[in-house]
């Protein structure tokens, strides 16, 4: 019975349920998945359904890399049992009741009937009007990692703790990656007034733009939040942020003109990149924390699909 049909660059590709088999018919070959669905992840069965979810999702990066009937089959269940690591993780701290992700597609016919009824009643319905089982994983499975992550993060000594220590380590690992609203950048202007003056100053170097005529010269500092820095094109600002010292920039429109810019110095604040960026910071490295439990609690799966 068919379960689903993609099309792409006008081929079909079809994906069949067979008792326990998966069939996936792409682009005139079919790999075929054989019992697949009648393995167990830590004693939880692998439905039909749940294995129909994974290969739909892995398909085209195992098609894109070459893959046969076997790298797909390992794709889709390495799939499975990544989500339910997750939903059990999630299920230990009593954030739901679904114990796999078949259970998660069996509420999918009551959830679009949900959203149609409150369509018709003229209710606002968010995202898609009608789930596809891949749609309805996926959501599902991202409001569990964000509610997990939270109640991990709220535990001292969980598997989330992440000290001050922690963050101002990742800091100074790589303060390039955190500088961008933490420097101040000491700039040279060379602006010629005229309308058409980006062509002069097209290729030219800072002196010799500071010797044409009518060139006025000056210096900028640009301080992270400072009123001059907010009123720049942020577009050129990003530019100076990726800049090295000693860099070009321009021409730039510039009052009528045009202004050529040469980045002098840049010089970091690490207290300041500290106090801007601890919470992002500390977001990543949680984040970093929660896939390696993830990985931990894969790692110890017993898997039979025999």
């Keep these: 019975m068919p379960q689903g049909i993609r099309s792409a660059r006008g081929t079909k590709r079809v994906l069949v349920l067979v008792g326990a088999t998966v069939l996936v018919a792409a682009a005139g070959a079919v790999l075929v998945l054989h019992d697949a669905g009648a393995g167990t992840i830590d004693g939880t069965a692998i439905g039909d359904r749940g294995l129909a979810y994974a290969t739909t999702e892995v398909r085209r990066t195992v098609e894109n890399a070459g893959g046969d009937a076997g790298a797909l089959r390992q794709a889709a269940v390495q799939r499975l049992r990544e989500d339910q690591a997750l939903l059990d993780l999630a299920g230990r701290e009593g954030l739901t009741e679904y114990g796999s992700v078949d259970e998660i597609l069996e509420d999918i016919d009551a959830v679009n009937a949900e959203r149609r009824d409150a369509l018709e009643a003229g209710l606002p319905v968010y995202g898609p009007v009608q789930y596809s089982p891949e749609q309805l994983v996926g959501k599902t499975l991202t409001d569990l990692r964000t509610e997990l992550v939270?109640?991990?993060?709220?535990?001292d000594d969980g598997a989330l703790a992440i000290s001050d220590g922690d963050v101002a380590a990742r800091l100074d690992a790589d303060p390039s990656a955190w500088a961008a609203d933490a420097t101040t950048f000491s700039l040279s202007r060379v602006r010629l007034p005229a309308a058409d003056a980006d062509g002069v100053l097209t290729g030219a170097s800072f002196d010799e733009a500071s010797a044409l005529p009518g060139a006025e010269i000056d210096r900028l500092e640009l301080a992270p939040g400072?009123?001059?820095?907010?009123?720049?094109?942020?577009?050129?600002?990003?530019?100076?942020?990726a800049s090295d010292v000693g860099a070009l920039l321009g021409p730039v429109p510039d009052r009528g003109g045009w202004s050529l810019l040469r980045l002098d110095d840049a010089v970091f604040d690490r207290d300041a990149a500290l106090d801007a960026y601890a919470p992002a910071i500390r977001s990543v490295l949680e984040e970093e924390a929660f896939d390696r439990l993830l990985a931990a609690t894969v790692a110890e799966q017993d898997v039979d699909l025999t």
């Design 226 to 241: 400072s009123p001059e820095m907010a009123a720049w094109n942020p577009r050129l600002v990003e530019e100076i942020q």
């Design 150 to 155: 939270d109640r991990l993060r709220d535990q």
